[in-house]
């Protein structure tokens, strides 16, 4: 259970990993192609706001990143519970005010993951 737990901390981890490349220096490259239903001239100007969200799916990213570094094992499911509850706040935020399938793309696998700590 352990392992599949770190398992499902790192791919939450790769994917604000991802999140953070993307929003902070391959929004006017990659963005469009992402984020098909937006018009292309509305990533130049969006760029700063962009930047600055992909700053905090870095934070969310460096956090469970942290869990892999904390040798108490309560600690470190603590630290996991608050990151992963983050990226599910933010997931399920996402999904009921721009996009529905951030639920399935990012609140969902936070979520199983989030029950696997509970689990361990």
Known sequence: MLILTKIGIALVMIEHLYI???EMF???SKGPEVFRQFPKELFPPTKSLAANQGLYNGFLA???AWTF???DPVW???V???FLSCVIVAGLYGAL????KIFFVQALPALITLLLVLLA
Do not use: E, P, S
């Open 26 to 28: 391959a929004w006017t």
């Open 69 to 71: 570094f904390i040798t």
């Open 20 to 22: 953070l490349w993307l």
């Open 80 to 82: 996991a519970i608050f």
């Open 76 to 78: 470190a499911a603590r």
């Open 97 to 100: 005010t721009a996009d529905k």
């Open 62 to 64: 460096a956090g469970l």
